[in-house]
């Protein structure tokens, strides 16, 4: 089975400075993808970024991207110049490539993150 | 709006009482899941549906849960005889044959 930790429960930023959340994960499974997807307050769950595990390069969406270490089994989100809007639940979650069915989707515990003024 | 809805988005009930949710995904996604969350938590997986076909159930799912997708394209949930443990964000999403799932913005479940 596949598990996803979060290590950092809380994080804070200074808005317009750089975050970084750590994701770690454990699976024997070569093909994969990963995901960190992103739970503002009372609101629903969007997808922040995603990565194939077959890819060396890192996935980068604007202000988000990712630090992909296959052989460590960390998945790392940066967020350069934090924003209010990017306060929120931040969870990682892995999903197999192969026979992804529902229990092969596993999200992490989740880092609260709170941008401030 | 063509995103993942869920209904009611906010549910009181008595303890004993049996509820149900509905959950509309995307209309070309053909897989659909339901996962639990509680507060602080990351969402738990319950149920996967492929079309009509529910494929797999978590553990999570006891005999008082029952889901079902009849034509492959909503769904509902329902909780019987509902506990102070059910208590939780019911969360549906969906996906295409792509990887990443869409979610809905949940329905909120209280039990008193």
């Known amino acids: 089975a596949q598990t996803v930790t979060q290590s950092q429960p809380e994080m804070s930023v200074q808005e317009a400075e750089t975050v970084t959340l750590s994701c770690t994960y454990d699976t024997s499974e070569n093909n994969y993808y990963l995901f960190w997807y992103k739970q503002p307050p009372s609101r629903q769950m969007i997808l922040v970024i995603r990565?194939?595990?077959?890819?060396?390069q890192n996935a980068t969406e604007n202000r988000f991207s990712v630090n992909f270490q296959k052989a460590a089994k960390s998945f790392s989100l940066k967020i350069s110049d934090s924003q209010l809007g990017d306060t929120a639940m931040y969870f990682c979650a892995f999903m197999k490539a192969v026979g992804n069915y529902g229990q092969n989707f596993v999200f992490g515990p989740g880092t609260r993150l709170s941008v401030l003024p | 709006d063509t995103g993942v809805s869920q209904d009611p988005r906010h549910k009181i009930t008595k303890r004993g009482q049996n509820v149900t949710f509905r959950c509309d995904p995307i209309s070309e996604h053909n897989r659909l899941y339901w996962y639990r969350q509680t507060l602080g938590q990351g969402p738990e997986f319950l149920t996967y549906?492929?079309?009509?076909?529910?494929?797999?159930k978590s553990r999570l799912l006891s005999d008082r849960f029952s889901a079902e997708r009849p034509k492959g394209s909503f769904s509902t949930l329902e909780i019987q005889r509902t506990e102070q443990g059910d208590s939780a964000m019911y969360l549906c999403a969906s996906r295409s044959y792509q990887e990443t799932q869409y979610f809905g913005p949940g329905t909120r479940l209280l039990v008193l």
């Open positions: 549906f492929q079309n009509e076909a529910q494929l797999e």
């Open positions: 990565q194939e595990a077959y890819k060396q």
